[in-house]
């Protein structure tokens, strides 16, 4: 395990007497829009709406950068991805990843004495020693990467991709040709491992590889939605989060079982049909904008959260581990994190936002846009644009690069961040500017040709 500070600090709940089942429920590229309780059509998804009417539904939930290796560092170690020197999407050939000393959800429930398991998309690093049963998990099953890091289509051909590897613990078991069945055998997986370990407390960390491109669902779910193969796949993860919440309830773990379902950005539009959809929201993955960093979560918790709730409280993903760690009585990291415990939000007993201020990032080390209570502020950036020239049925469209200028959106009266308000606004933006400031002190910012001694180094190839 790695060190943990010795003394623990101060809860601002009473410890529980029974220690709470989690189960987190990540999903890739899914929308701001693609759940029915969200806005959804053309699919329906009564499973995560039962979550959600059954808890909390949070509109205004975010990841700390819009794409996959960088959002699931940050979501598993309460850092911004560019402090663990993470960015954009690991693939085959990079020989980077999570760094030995980084501590994990995984670690934060182990030192609290649960059973853990990984299943599904991993994205911190696939060799060996990046792996999940080396950061906190007990158990693991799934892919290291992106699913379309691979040869096979079914729409484009990738052949500068390796096979992709199906990973069990830290053993590549087959290399896969299809991927039919991946949610159907996460799901068993994650139904075994709740049924093992019902009689102890346990997290469970399901990253579906879905609905990211190439999409694929099993042949019972074929055919299944009015919308096609997206509205499918998305079915099938709500199949899927029915079977577990049937599976707490069927052995009396429903009403001690903090459930959260969300995504690890917004979707990827370029491949319009089969991508997802953001309502009003600007932008898509990839981008700073509303579009690529909000993304929808649901959460119940039947003992602890009053049901039927619909929040706009702000709060982020590296918010998670340190409400872990508070509601586990396990003492944080001793290096630097930048999310805080949200659990005083969640549970009601103060409002949001959590933080004063959010920052996005994008790229390697780019300050692009920033939050601040309603407020957005964007820096000047190329941005990439997925939206104006899609593709279909599975073909990419064409990535336009349009120029953000220093902008101000009030998000409450205006989501769609349309209406530039940075020069009605002079004494907002000079506040979230010296902010931003502080940040580019300990985290650098390339823009500016500033390096941050807040930047942790992340793992590297140990020498044999």
């Known amino acids: 395990m790695k060190r943990l500070l010795s003394v623990t600090f101060s809860l601002v709940l009473p410890l529980f007497a029974e220690k709470p ?58 850092c911004y991805a560019n402090r663990i020197d993470f960015a954009g999407a690991l693939g085959p050939k990079n020989q980077n990843g999570l760094h030995d000393d980084e501590v994990t959800l995984g670690e934060i429930c182990q030192e609290a ?58 053993e590549v078991i087959i290399t896969v040709e299809d991927q039919t069945y991946m949610t159907k055998w996460l799901t068993e997986r994650s139904v075994r491992f709740i049924r093992k370990n019902h009689e102890k407390p346990f997290f469970l960390y399901l990253a579906h590889p879905q609905p990211h491109v190439p999409l694929y669902v099993s042949p019972e779910r074929q055919g299944s939605s009015e ?21 707490l309830e069927e052995l009396g773990l429903a009403d001690n079982t903090w459930v959260i379902f969300t995504s690890d950005n917004g979707p990827w539009m370029t491949y319009g049909n089969h991508g997802g959809t953001v309502g009003p929201l600007r932008g898509s993955k990839g981008t700073s904008w509303e579009g690529g960093v909000r993304v929808p979560c649901v959460m119940r918790w039947p003992s602890r959260i009053q049901p039927g709730q619909v929040r706009d409280d702000l709060w982020a993903t590296i ?30 007993e103060k409002e949001g936002p959590v933080q004063e201020a959010y920052f996005y990032y994008y790229g390697q080390n780019n300050l692009e846009s920033m939050r601040m209570g309603p407020w957005k502020l964007i820096f000047p950036h190329k941005w990439r644009d997925e939206r104006s020239q899609p593709g279909k049925d599975g073909l990419r469209g064409t990535y336009l ?34 902010l931003a400031e502080e940040m580019r002190a300990d985290l650098g910012d390339d823009f500016q040709k500033r390096k941050g001694p807040g930047r942790r180094t992340g793992g590297r190839l140990k020498k044999s």
């Not at 205004?60 to 959002?71: E, G, K």
């Not at 158990?139 to 991709?161: A, L, Q, R």
């Not at 919308?227 to 599976?247: A, F, K, P």
């Open 401 to 434: 690069w349009p120029e953000a200028g220093l902008e101000l959106y009030n998000l409450e009266d205006d989501i769609a961040e349309s209406i530039n308000v940075i020069e009605q606004h002079p004494d907002v933006v000079a506040r979230m500017q010296k």
């Open 227 to 247: 919308q096609g193969l997206y509205g499918d796949v998305i079915q099938e993860i709500d199949w899927s989060t029915g079977e577990i919440l049937r599976t």
């Open 21 to 78: 089942n989690i189960v987190l429920i990540f999903c890739d590229d899914l929308g701001y829009t693609d759940l029915s309780c969200q806005g959804a059509t053309g699919w329906k998804t009564p499973n995560i709406d039962r979550l959600a009417g059954e808890g909390i539904r949070f509109t205004d939930f975010h990841v700390s950068q819009a794409v996959c290796s960088a959002s699931r560092a940050s979501l598993l170690t309460g």
């Open 319 to 348: 918010d998670i581990l340190p409400t872990f760690a508070a509601l586990l009585d396990v003492p944080l990291p001793e290096h630097p994190i930048d999310g805080v415990n949200a659990w005083p939000m969640i549970s009601g």
């Open 113 to 170: 004495g649960y059973a853990t398991a990984a299943y599904g998309k991993w994205h911190l690093g696939h060799f060996p020693q990046y792996l999940p049963i080396h950061h906190g998990f007990d158990d693991y099953f799934g892919f290291p990467y992106s699913n379309d890091m691979w040869p096979s289509g079914p729409i484009e051909v990738k052949g500068h991709y390796p096979r992709l590897p199906l990973i069990e613990d830290d």
